[in-house]
């Protein structure tokens, strides 16, 4: 299990998880990229139709699934057991590369069930390697650039 919590909006989180997922593609690999709230989303109409299984089983034929944006809307106790069901079912199984602009400490702010939040951050950080980008935001610094308000780097 592969996982690239980064912080701060702007710095390449979402960039570097599609340059991973081009990466292993080339290699041969099957991929998915799904944002969470996409994800949870999948998770739920499984939910409402049984086939949450099957959704699962589904993502796990890809050998790279890649989850962005983490905690960019909070999640109720369902969506959080659903994502738990999900992490749980591709611990040791497949990689897994995450991406979140909130801190390990602070996943309580969109997790609301402490306890699967920590089975959940226990999972993915077991094997993980951690990126961290920091630093002013690309797009912010582009559109500045355009605008002749900008320095250079």
């Not at 710095?11 to 081009?22: F, V």
């Not at 944002?35 to 949870?40: M, Q």
């Not at 738990?84 to 995450?98: G, K, Q, T």
Request: hydrophobic share 40%; glycine share 10%.
């Amino acid at each position: 299990m592969c996982c690239y919590p980064l912080i701060t909006p702007g710095t390449g989180k979402s960039h570097t998880l599609i340059g991973l997922g081009i990466a292993a593609v080339n290699a041969g690999y099957k991929v998915r990229y799904l944002t969470a709230i996409d994800l949870v989303e999948a998770l739920y109409r499984g939910l409402a139709d049984n086939t949450v299984g099957k959704v699962i089983e589904t993502l796990l034929r890809n050998d790279l699934l890649i989850l962005d944006e983490i905690g960019f809307a909070p999640l109720d106790d369902t969506g959080t057991q659903l994502l738990f069901r999900l992490i749980a079912a591709v611990y040791e199984r497949r990689s897994l590369a995450v991406a979140s602009h909130w801190p390990f400490e602070q996943w309580g702010r969109f997790l609301p069930e402490h306890t699967t939040a920590a089975s959940i951050l226990d999972r993915l950080l077991h094997h993980c390697s951690i990126v961290i980008t920091d630093g002013e935001s690309h797009r912010l610094r582009q559109s500045q650039l355009k605008q002749g308000g900008g320095r250079r780097r």
